[in-house]
């Protein structure tokens, strides 16, 4: 009977989730994806946005090398302003640039959102973007190993426009646990993850 309760919780160990690497509901491990669309105020070769688009190579330096960043869209040479998506989004703008990551946690990615090297430009975003009063970011729980394509992108943006934060979109405001059949009500998130720009 001792060597059986041994055993049990040696196997309930090894189901536990490891620190910072997402979450885990029975045999599926979830993680983060989310999307952010911007409206652009002129196109991304003119002179308003040429300080964005310095500022990109370190920002996404920052992203890739931060803790819990597990993938970001881009295209095979590594372009992520090439990437076309949300066209009907443009809402008479200069076009759309959209931003589509994978993270461990909620708490990895507000912690680069709100890192300093991101907060730098982000102050910024209203001299290059215009401003939207729609949702602009969308985030939902994906199987580890899944790539969200941009068609699931716009859907996730869609639905969250139309119903709001739930548990199949939602923001880092208002989050939702993985999905694992508990409770799936919304987590307000601290006070200190508003936007600081």
């Given at each position: 009977m001792a060597a059986e309760r041994g055993r049990t919780w040696a196997l309930a160990v090894k189901a536990l989730p490891r620190a910072g690497s997402?979450?885990?509901?029975?045999?599926?491990?979830?993680?983060?994806?989310?999307?952010?669309?911007?409206?652009?105020?002129?196109?991304?070769d003119s002179p308003l946005l040429a300080d964005f688009v310095a500022a990109l190579g370190p920002v996404n330096a920052a992203a890739d090398a931060a803790p819990g960043f597990v993938w970001r869209l881009q295209t095979e040479d590594g372009n992520a302003t090439a990437v076309r998506a949300f066209e009907w989004d443009g809402a008479g703008s200069a076009g759309v640039l959209v931003n589509m990551s994978v993270w461990e946690s909620v708490e990895a990615l507000a912690g680069y959102?709100?890192?300093?090297?991101?907060?730098?430009?982000?102050?910024?975003?209203?001299?290059?973007?215009?401003r939207m009063a729609e949702a602009s970011m969308a985030l939902w729980w994906v199987p580890r190993g899944h790539v969200p394509t941009t068609?699931?992108?716009e859907e996730r943006v869609r639905y969250l426009r139309r119903h709001g934060p739930t548990a199949r979109a939602f923001t880092l405001r208002v989050h939702f646990p993985p999905p694992d059949g508990a409770s799936q009500q919304g987590i307000r998130s601290p006070e200190d993850w508003t936007c600081p720009a």
């Open positions: 997402g979450c885990q509901h029975e045999a599926v491990d979830y993680v983060l994806a989310q999307v952010n669309v911007a409206r652009m105020r002129e196109p991304l959102v709100y890192s300093e090297a991101h907060r730098r430009v982000l102050r910024r975003r209203r001299e290059w973007f215009e068609r699931e992108a």
